[in-house]
């Protein structure tokens, strides 16, 4: 079952089965709402709008993701989408999530209007929980909302109010709600030096056994990379942190899974952050005993690098050619130069970095 990370809370669905999951189907072309017939839940509810369904830019990178079609509406004022006859009437707690892309980095979402009816006429708007902005924000994200009315009735309406963003829509699914036992208060993740910092907090937990700090390189798919004690049950805000040392050259994405002490675990949603690595990074140990240089490199892709030690003159003391494995490498280069401070150089198919050390 999808989960998420909505206004700052770990929730979940529960209760009867979603009153509509609609994955908006597989169109062939680029079809306008109006006329497409392709949709999962075809001839049970009514799809309108000005909006249109495409293939392109399939839905990826949160839980449940169906990777196939998806409603676009265009950065033009007015450009919506519809569906109505859902019935939330026998729902606990009623609330709609949706697969949700911005097109534009700067954007944080809120000039796309949700909104609901109960009669197909008179609208309520609901706020889409505002966005992160900022370098590698333009993905595909889980987002819930609450709030939605007990009712035969339900219509549901997505419109662009701006003209800056364009937006793709996918796997709409309208269910019960309650809140989990952890209430995650916020998650950020900042870069500093060649480290990236996470820090969040909660306001209460239940049963919470830890937390586990996954990240990704290009936002779909996410490895552990290490894990924090939760705080059990406390009905106090607790702080955490956990630092990256390893960080990714460019975009790195982040998300906590949290495990409760039974096993179950849920997911928050995904935090991006631009990483002061370079594309080839590298460290410098200078071990005279061995007369060696040890070097930790991190290459973005495999490929050969070229790796000088120089004085503070300017003279080239030593070179080596290496082969690089895409990720980390720990090689030893042989040096028994004079002590001080040196400076090596790696220079590789896209970039040349420095590092200096103390021989």
């Known amino acids: 079952m999808k989960k998420l990370l909505l206004s ?6 529960i209760g009867t089965k979603a009153q509509i999951a609609e994955n908006m189907g597989n169109p062939g072309i680029t079809t306008a709402v109006t006329s497409y017939t392709g949709w999962q839940n075809n001839g049970a509810f009514t799809y309108a709008g000005t909006a249109d369904v495409r293939t392109s830019s399939a839905s990826s990178g949160y839980a449940g993701a169906s990777g196939a079609g998806n409603v676009f509406i265009t950065n033009t004022v007015g450009r919506n989408f519809s569906i109505a006859g859902i019935s939330t009437a026998t729902l ?12 534009s980095t700067a954007s944080d979402a809120t000039d796309l209007t949700f909104e609901y009816s109960t009669n197909g006429t008179n609208f309520t708007a ?26 035969s009735t339900l219509t549901i309406r997505f419109t662009n109010s701006g003209t800056a963003t364009q937006y793709r829509l996918d796997d709409i699914a309208v269910n019960s709600l309650t809140v989990l036992p952890v209430s995650l208060t916020s998650f950020a993740a900042k870069a500093n030096l060649q480290n990236i910092d996470l820090a969040w907090n909660t306001a209460s937990e239940k049963d919470n056994a830890h937390f586990e700090v ?10 552990k990379i290490g894990e924090v004690k939760g705080a059990g049950t406390s009905s106090t805000a607790k702080s955490y942190a956990f630092t990256d040392k390893d960080a990714l050259p460019g975009v790195g994405y982040y998300r906590l899974k949290q495990v409760d002490a039974d096993g179950k675990s849920f997911e928050s949603e995904v935090v991006a952050v631009k990483s002061n690595v370079a594309a080839s990074n590298f460290r410098v140990f200078a071990n005279k005993q061995e007369g060696t240089v040890k070097l930790t490199i991190f290459a973005a892709n495999e490929g050969k690098g070229s790796f000088k030690i120089y004085d503070l003159n300017g003279r080239k003391l030593t070179e080596q050619q290496l082969g690089l494995n895409k990720g980390y490498n720990n090689v030893s280069v042989p040096f028994n130069g004079a002590n001080g401070l040196h400076v090596a150089s790696l220079t590789t198919a896209s970039e040349t970095v420095t590092q200096k050390f103390i021989q």
Do not use: C, H, M
Not at 94 to 101: D, V
Not at 126 to 151: C, F, H
């Open 92 to 103: 606990i707690n009623p609330a709609i999530e949706f697969g949700l892309y911005k097109s």
């Open 8 to 13: 700052l809370l770990f929730l979940a669905s």
């Open 126 to 151: 609901i706020s889409i929980p505002a966005q992160p902005t900022g370098g590698g924000t333009a993905i595909w994200r889980l987002v819930r909302i609450t709030g939605l009315p007990n009712t």
């Open 214 to 223: 996954l990240r990704s390189g290009d936002g779909k798919v996410f490895s």
